[in-house]
């Protein structure tokens, strides 16, 4: 019975989040965001982003391991008109993640599509998450913020 009840308070924790108002960043806290290959290296093929509740940064080593949390410190200010394409992120993020037990989304191995970082910082909670493009074996809502993710990259970098 005890095997069942937690069973359904995982999902009811899960449909609760999922339905909630979208998350927003209060002073302090932070959204980390960015791509990479693995079998590729340098500016064009490693772009990671910091967005905060008034500012955005692009950090500047275009190095990531694809393993963990990474040290990001070499973050350099954007302009306000980048900011302001950005600045809508964080009402994309699908709150369903938050209770995603799983930090790497996909398969990396299968193919060679290059992944996305997330992550999130607030006074509570510190996750990433890793996507791995090129498959659709993950959920809907996460494929979307993928797009959402891949989009937003190419727009900053275009900019």
Not at 21 to 48: H, P, T
Request: with cysteine; aromatic share 14%.
């Amino acid at each position: 019975m005890g095997k069942y009840f937690s069973i359904l308070l995982i999902v009811l924790l899960a449909a609760c989040i999922s339905c909630s108002d979208a998350i927003e960043l209060g002073e302090g806290d932070y959204m980390v965001f960015g791509q990479f290959n693995g079998f590729c290296g340098g500016e064009s093929c490693v772009d990671f982003f910091r967005l905060e509740t008034d500012r955005i940064f692009e950090e500047k080593a275009d190095d990531y391991s694809g393993q963990g949390f990474h040290p990001f410190n070499n973050f350099v200010a954007l302009t306000e008109a980048q900011f302001e394409i950005a600045k809508d992120l964080e009402s994309k993020f699908p709150t369903r993640l938050l209770v995603e037990p799983d930090s790497i989304l996909g398969d990396p191995n299968v193919i060679d599509a290059g992944s996305l970082y997330f992550e999130w910082k607030t006074d509570t909670e510190h996750r990433y998450w890793i996507i791995h493009k090129g498959l659709n074996n993950i959920l809907p809502e996460y494929a979307e913020f993928s797009e959402e993710l891949s989009s937003l990259i190419d727009q900053l970098n275009l900019s």
